[in-house]
């Protein structure tokens, strides 16, 4: 069982920047792709960002492309997201998940087996 912690969200002005970290308690670590995803109060959970195991291959939402970045550290076991920017839109609770295997359906939730238990940011007007 692979566990995941997120870390790093709280209240930020708009244009401001946050990084989020999350951490997994997994020793092949480096097997595993990982991706964020966030889900705001009233709506559906929505894919951010995806790494690919060596961090070579990065996807992003279209909303996001430009403004954040992830990132990941093999040797330390983590993958992190740096925001940018920052809209209230992007007001949510950011979730960290990771898989075994690759999927070209990266952007919904069944492409990922794991999942952190989510960390509150809140953009400000």
């Known amino acids: 069982q692979v566990q995941l912690v997120e870390s790093g969200g709280g209240l930020v002005q708009a244009g401001g920047s946050l990084k989020l970290s999350c951490a997994a308690s997994?020793?092949?670590?480096?097997?595993?792709?990982m991706a964020w995803f966030r889900q705001a109060p009233g709506k559906e959970r929505e894919f951010v960002a995806a790494?690919?195991?060596?961090?070579?291959?990065?996807f992003y939402t279209d909303s996001v492309k430009g403004r954040f970045t992830i990132s990941r550290d093999n040797a330390k076991n983590t993958v992190n997201l740096l925001m940018n920017s920052l809209k209230p839109e992007d007001t949510a609770v950011y979730y960290c998940?990771?898989?075994?295997?690759?999927?070209?359906?990266?952007?919904?939730?069944?492409?990922?087996?794991?999942w952190g238990q989510g960390t509150q940011v809140t953009v400000s007007a």
């Open positions: 997994e020793r092949t670590f480096s097997m595993l792709h």
């Open positions: 790494i690919g195991r060596s961090g070579d291959s990065t």
């Open positions: 998940a990771a898989a075994i295997y690759s999927q070209t359906s990266y952007s919904t939730d069944r492409a990922w087996t794991h």
